[in-house]
């Protein structure tokens, strides 16, 4: 594929910070497809024909980073299949080694065009967590987990 084919937004803040919400808005406004990297990794651990199901349970479970190439993929797969060319990815890179791997994978494939940063106070952002996870499933949102993930 040459040049640039999708357009992307990376979309940043602690857990809880807002950004689902925010981007939730962005895209019934501006027509923006919303990817969330987490909901794409704890899809693709409950597919039973996945590779790397067990190895992003662990992680998510770990509060740990899921390794870049997991998912870069998923994310590069996400946005073929939408058909779209212009995307917000929320909760991506978290870590200077998943920013590299962003720009060794997607060279040529995605553009960054800007980055929208949430700053909440982690005191909120636990107690939304916290409350989210009641309902959620999420295995991530427990005070453990939340704190390895703030670090």
Not at 23 to 35: M, N, P, S, T, W
Not at 59 to 71: F, L
Not at 116 to 140: M, P, Y
């Amino acid at each position: 594929m040459s040049g640039t084919c999708y357009n992307v937004m990376f979309v940043l803040g602690g857990p809880g910070a807002g950004k689902g919400t925010q981007c939730q808005k962005i895209e019934q406004e501006f027509g923006y497809v919303h990817l969330s990297a987490g909901d794409l990794l704890r899809a693709e651990r409950k597919r039973d024909e996945s590779e790397y199901k067990d190895e992003i349970e662990e992680h998510i479970r770990k509060g740990s980073i899921v390794p870049v190439e997991i998912t870069c993929a998923l994310l590069q797969k996400a946005m073929k299949e939408s058909g779209k060319k212009h995307f917000l990815i929320d909760g991506f890179p978290r870590n200077k080694d998943n920013l590299d791997g962003w720009n060794n994978t997607m060279q040529g494939i995605a553009e960054v065009e800007r980055v929208i940063f949430f700053d909440c106070h982690v005191d909120t952002c636990v107690e939304r967590c916290l409350r989210r996870g009641k309902t959620s499933g999420r295995a991530d949102d427990n005070k453990e987990s939340l704190e390895k993930r703030f670090s």
